[in-house]
């Protein structure tokens, strides 16, 4: 082994070497950034745009957002969005420079074009193309050999010409060997080159002055500095975040701290909105923001939030550090769900959906949270003037405009318009169907894995109740294309994203989710962690069938107008093995409003598969009578196959973390 | 728990926290170790076996049983007082480590009664309360849901009623009460959201 490194002296290797990383890094970032800056830009602005076109409440929504929280928000999202100048599109800029001056580097040195010279290409030497025929070679050759053979050289040439003329007639001899001659060609194809290998040189891809004695010691230091310094941290910086931060990008220490409070949770405390806020201030996303305050002081802001109070911490105004801590809660809340999930503790995960709609509507829990939801509402003269039972928004609008105005104490007509199109626009959940859907089954069989298929109609508070009946049947069944088939789930996928929520008081822009629970009905336990909808069509809250105005639904209704919302939730278990039925309580919780949820009991009945074949059905006849007896048995001794349904272990961060 | 200030009294053999860091859990969990405790130090059988203790038993029986005689009086409050009286005893004066086998059974019947009664003289929120109590301790009879679904329903909580009744339906599917129940509670509940 050579002892001695050649090292790039003629500066032919290292600007290509350079050149391909710099291009590997660049390329891929530079159409990333362009996609970024251009496409999805405009994709954004005209989803935004198109929403405040057909989304009133959007555009309500911005109307009744105080200056405060626009300050806020300005604020907190130019930080992300000055984005012609970040640092992604310096690194692409110089990167591009640092290319066009290794290309001009490149094609100004001779000793790479040199080197290229010598490259030998038979082809190139008899002027023939790369497919050429045998024929055409042997007459380029000939032709060529005729001109620059030395015998037939003039006889009034110099020296000098005559010997270059020898060389090429030698080259093109060379390169006739090269394509006709097999040996001659084995070593063409084998080496480059008809006389077999020819000198090569192994070296080091760094250009000669970084070798030299002064920068030597520079980039010792830079290697030693990357390697020992840089290397690590980076890793350990990384490692740090991914171990820092669950799943569901909740502290660590805050996970923490909610596995804790679940685990010593007594059955006599009752769950409340008041007992998971103050839960929630102990998270130590709040402490990283502000880390001064206590978690005393974080409930006081949130309690601020939710009953609509000016923030002081101090005799300072508190009112920016609010709208930050309320607009982490979002993060928080979806992963306490998930924690309460991983106990299957369903009342607590009600209460914490509960807790949601409080903190994203910045109002307090109460019988009447329907109705506070909507602005310009007078408290006092809901709370003292109605006589009749007014708590929720479909029975509100069985009175007339005026009325409303009365009972919610609003008095200027264009403010009560607004105050009902919010009202009116908030998306409620009829149920039509549900069912456990085995794909390409009829029923739900045993061990099979069944999925939750719920038809729902959205509507508004506004619309008549449509009957179930109204419906046909064909526009309730699952569709059974093959594509449909092989993922159930695929169609939901193709449904409108939610749009902007209604929660002027909410620190940042939000679209509603329903989280979809799935529990036990025999010990009320959560069996899977929550299911996430963020994709509905809304269009059917536009429709115009006022209940106030349309008394009967006549022979002019047309189920087809409608849209029937399909919610499709995997389940993460399969079917038991034990035939019988399994009841099971879905609760779907909306995110943003009060008032859109679902709550509904369905019964998944496990049935023997049909029989395939005639004969065998003739064989086992007599046994079939046994078999009937046996499903009795089942049904009578559920709770049995039951439990040992309960008893699978769902999956749960809670308790790993708990492990840990 | 970082806090070091749980202090024992030798006096009257109980422990006390008077730090600042006090929750709520942890003076529940207190109060039950010194329930505890003085319970096993007024004993003075040093050998007994967790039974029941007859005098108390005996008080609470006949507080039931006049209990049980109002109501056939037709004195619901007098009768709720008494029953809700015994309940109260069996809770509160038996000693922690007393059968529980056999006080579950006294209370849940006890419990039940009065529970009809409060809803009888229409006290639907402690009778709610009770119902709950019962459910904890394992009650999953198809009555107890009918009570607590009717209970709902008087107190317009309508939603909560529906899942109630749903549940115990789910539990019970041919219970005939129920299912009238149910429909009424769907009936209600529409009325409730305006869609009549």
Not at chain 2, 1 to 29: C, F, H
């Amino acid at each position: 082994m050579a002892l001695n490194y050649d090292y790039d002296e003629t500066n032919e290797t290292w600007p290509f070497f350079l050149l391909t990383v710099l291009l590997m890094i660049i390329v891929p970032l530079t159409i990333s950034q362009f996609y970024k800056i251009f496409i999805k830009k405009d994709e954004e602005e005209q989803l935004t745009k198109e929403e405040f076109k057909k989304n009133v409440l959007s555009k309500l929504n911005d109307k009744y957002t105080s200056s405060d929280i626009k300050d806020f928000r300005k604020k907190f999202d130019n930080k992300k969005q000055s984005n012609i100048f970040c640092w992604k599109n310096l690194i692409i800029i110089g990167g591009w420079i640092l290319v066009a001056f290794l290309i001009q580097r490149i094609s100004s040195n001779d000793a790479i074009i040199d080197s290229a010279k010598g490259i030998f290409d038979p082809y190139e030497i008899l002027g023939v193309s790369g497919s050429a025929s045998e024929r055409d070679i042997k007459s380029a050759y000939r032709k060529l050999s005729v001109k620059f053979h030395p015998d037939k050289l003039p006889k009034d040439l110099s020296e000098q010409e005559k010997n270059s003329m020898e060389e090429t007639f030698v080259q093109i001899t060379k390169a006739y060997e090269a394509l006709t001659d097999e040996a001659v060609r084995e070593n063409f194809l084998k080496y480059g080159h008809p006389d077999g290998p020819q000198s090569t040189s192994h070296g080091i891809a760094l250009p000669s002055f970084l070798i030299d004695s002064t920068s030597s010691l520079i980039l010792v230091i830079f290697y030693i500095s990357s390697f020992v310094l840089l290397l690590p941290y980076f890793v350990s910086k990384w490692w740090n975040k991914t171990k820092l931060y669950t799943r569901n990008n909740l502290h660590i220490k805050t996970a923490g701290s909610f596995v804790s409070r679940l685990v010593n949770y007594k059955p006599s405390q009752i769950a409340t909105v008041d007992l998971i806020i103050e839960w929630l201030s102990h998270a130590e996303e709040f402490k990283i923001f502000y880390p001064n305050l206590t978690p005393k002081d974080f409930e006081t802001l949130l309690q601020d939030h939710i009953h609509n109070r000016d923030s002081k911490i101090n005799g300072k105004d508190a009112n920016e550090m609010k709208y930050r801590i309320v607009a982490k809660c979002h993060t928080l809340l979806h992963g306490f769900l998930e924690v309460c999930c991983g106990f299957r503790n369903l009342e607590m995960a009600i209460v914490c959906m509960d807790t949601f709609k409080c903190i994203v509507q910045g109002i307090p829990l109460t019988k009447d949270s329907q109705i506070f939801q909507l602005p310009n509402v007078n408290e006092e003269i809901l709370k003292n003037g109605s006589v009749d039972e007014i708590h929720t928004l479909g029975k509100l609008f069985t009175f007339s405009d005026n009325e409303i105005g009365k009972i919610l104490g609003i008095k200027d007509e264009d403010r009560l318009q607004e105050t009902l199109t919010v009202a009116s626009n908030i998306p409620q959940i009829k149920l039509l169907k549900a069912d456990f859907v085995v794909p390409g089954e009829e029923y739900v069989t045993p061990q099979s894995t069944p999925y939750i298929s719920i038809k729902v109609l959205m509507r508004s508070a506004k619309q008549k109740s449509i009957p179930v009946d109204k419906f046909p049947n064909e526009m309730l069944q699952e569709s059974d294309d093959f594509e449909d088939l092989k993922n159930p789930f695929a169609s939901m996928e193709k449904e409108p994203l939610m749009p902007t929520s209604f929660a002027p008081r909410f620190p940042t822009n939000r679209r509603n989710t329903w989280c979809c629970l799935i529990a036990l009905q025999k010990d009320i336990k959560i069996l899977q962690t929550p299911y996430r909808l963020e994709r509905l069509s809304l269009n059917n809250l536009s429709k115009n069938l006022d209940k106030r105005t349309v008394k009967e639904l006549g022979d002019d209704f047309n189920p087809e107008d409608w849209e029937i919302g399909f919610i499709k939730l995997p389940l993460g278990q399969q079917a038991p093995a034990e035939l019988g039925s399994i009841h099971m309580r879905v609760v779907i919780k909306s995110t943003d409003y009060f008032g859109a949820d679902l709550d509904l009991s369905m019964a998944m009945n496990v049935r023997e598969p049909p029989k395939i074949d005639e004969l065998k059905d003739d064989i086992y006849n007599d046994n079939d009578s046994d078999v009937n007896d046996s499903d009795d048995d089942d049904l009578e001794d559920d709770s049995g196959s039951e439990s040992e349904y309960t008893d699978i272990d769902t999956d749960t961060e809670a308790e790993e973390e708990e492990e840990k | 728990m970082a806090s070091t200030a749980l202090r024992y009294n030798p006096n009257n053999k109980l422990i006390n926290d008077d730090s600042d860091s006090l929750t709520e859990s942890r003076e529940i969990s207190i109060m039950q170790i010194n329930k505890l405790s003085t319970a096993i130090i007024s004993e003075s059988n040093p050998n007994f076996t967790p039974q029941l203790n007859d005098e108390h038993s005996k008080m609470i029986k006949s507080l039931f049983e006049s209990g049980l005689a109002m109501l056939k009086q037709k004195k619901m409050p007098e009768a709720l007082k008494n029953i809700t009286l015994a309940v109260d005893m069996a809770q509160r004066s038996r000693a922690p480590y007393e059968a529980f086998g056999i006080q579950l059974q006294e209370i849940q019947f006890m419990l039940r009664h009065k529970i009809d009664l409060s809803l009888l003289t229409g006290r639907f929120l402690d009778a709610l309360q009770d119902i709950e109590f019962l459910m904890n301790t394992g009650m999953a009879q198809s009555d107890v849901y009918i009570r607590k679904s009717d209970a709902l329903l008087k107190l317009s909580q309508f939603e909560q009623a529906k899942i109630c009744c749903e549940r115990g339906l789910a539990l019970h599917p041919n219970e005939v009460k129920l299912k009238a129940l149910y429909l009424e509670i769907n009936r209600r509940l529409a009325d409730y959201n305006g869609d009549i």
